[in-house]
């Protein structure tokens, strides 16, 4: 569509008609990309997420670069077209009313269709601009959802750290206690043997 730009003939209304086109394709084109970046947003796992991501960034860059090859065509275009009907009118038949009335609608609708033009381009900027905009909100949004992440696994090893912690306190704490139970159950023991040994064998 580009080309086709780049090689039309005039006159400018035919280019008005082409340029409609490449605006509907774009319209459409962008369409498909915020669905397919809605389509990222909505995955479970993160892997998944950035690859789409990533994805509708790469189409968001190819269709910014057609977008200025499609405004440097026009721009191109319209150049050409207006040197030949400068070149048109130099070359025709003597002033006549007649001629001068065309002349006039002529430049009239070219004034028109160039300030139709620049305005799509003003228009189209703009939506660069808020592309740009989303692009980097997006980007923000995966960076912060990343070291949201990266946080998480921080608290995760500070608990599964403080649990080794403990459970090693305990494993401490239930040999002492083992060992003291052991210690009592030696002294009963020994106790019940001396009273025992009294009891029984005084002479001893």
Known sequence: MVQDI???PGPQSKLTEINAYV?????DLRSRIEDLEQM?????KESDKQAL???????????LGNQTAWRKANLASKLTIDKMEKQALLDGPDNTARQRKMTKEGLAQTSGDITESLMSISRMMAQQVQ???ET????ATSSKTAQ???EEFKTMTGTIQLGRKLITKYNRRELTDKLLIFLALALFLATVLYILKKRLFPFL
Do not use: P, Y
């Open 23 to 27: 605006k509907k394709s774009f319209h």
């Open 131 to 133: 592309q740009s905009e």
């Open 6 to 8: 780049t090689e039309c």
């Open 40 to 44: 990222a947003m909505e995955q479970d």
């Open 53 to 63: 991501v990533s994805q509708v960034q790469g189409h968001r860059k190819q269709m």
């Open 148 to 150: 949201e992440t990266n």
């Open 136 to 139: 980097i909100t997006t980007l």
